[in-house]
T-cell receptor
Framework: AQSVTQLGSHVSVSEGALVLLRCNYSSSVPPYLFWYVQYPNQGLQLLLKYTSAATLVKGINGFEAEFKKSETSFHLTKPSAHMSDAAEYFCAVSAMEYGNKLVFGAGTILRVKS | KAGVTQTPRYLIKTRGQQVTLSCSPISGHRSVSWYQQTPGQGLQFLFEYFSETQRNKGNFPGRFSGRQFSNSRSEMNVSTLELGDSALYLC??????????????FGQGTRLTVV
């Protein structure tokens, strides 16, 4: 069973527009959720994490995500896209049912148009 | 604090050869995980080591193996290389405890090309 689903393998926005990257998870226990960003030929950098505290999580570079248990979602948003946001974004879940390892979604490539 | 260091950054190998990749985690971190990243399959979990013991294992053939040393440094080995093993191999370190699960810190990866 797919544990993390990212809707949209490619998302394109104009500079200054809202960024919305979607992530849905499946877990029978409260999960820990993460968003990572990857630039070409680089490793993954943590943007933000949800660890059962506040449901609205603020991360680096102006990104934030909201945990919605009823929708099993953890969508990533940024009010105003910048050219430097162009990268691939990964949602990940960690839970006891997965041995607490990080399980990643397929990734979403964000393109920012000038 | 130094980050996760992976060596080498790039490798070209021939089919049938074997390869060893190295990862030095963040100082104090005891858990090291390995991932394979390809355009077609995305990020696939290989295995995780904690205190020199394999704690988790993904669905990869036995040609893929790893180990962890007492200083937490880890190596992964791929024997009898196939063209399909061409990928970016990423190492990630975590402090180590299972509860709560913490975020992982990634190295820049080793780009392996099999020809």
């Amino acid at each position: 069973a797919q544990s993390v689903t990212q809707l949209g393998s490619h998302v394109s926005v104009s500079e200054g527009a809202l960024v919305l990257l979607r992530c849905n998870y499946s877990s029978s226990v409260p999960p820990y959720l993460f968003w990572y960003v990857q630039y070409p030929n680089q490793g993954l950098q943590l943007l933000l994490k949800y660890t059962s505290a506040a449901t609205l999580v603020k991360g680096i570079n102006g990104f934030e995500a909201e945990f919605k248990k009823s929708e099993t979602s953890f969508h990533l948003t940024k009010p105003s896209a910048h050219m430097s946001d162009a990268a691939e974004y990964f949602c990940a879940v960690s839970a006891m049912e997965y041995g607490n390892k990080l399980v990643f979604g397929a990734g979403t490539i964000l393109r920012v148009k000038s | 604090k130094a980050g996760v260091t992976q060596t080498p950054r790039y490798l070209i190998k021939t089919r049938g050869q074997q390869v060893t990749l190295s990862c030095s985690p963040i100082s104090g971190h005891r858990s090291v995980s390995w991932y394979q990243q390809t355009p077609g399959q995305g990020l696939q979990f290989l295995f995780e080591y904690f205190s020199e013991t394999q704690r988790n294992k993904g669905n990869f053939p036995g040609r893929f193996s790893g180990r962890q040393f007492s200083n937490s440094r880890s190596e992964m080995n791929v024997s009898t290389l196939e063209l399909g093993d061409s990928a970016l191999y990423l190492c990630a370190s975590r402090p180590g405890g299972l509860e709560p699960p913490t975020e992982a810190f990634f190295g820049q990866g080793t780009r392996l090309t099999v020809v």
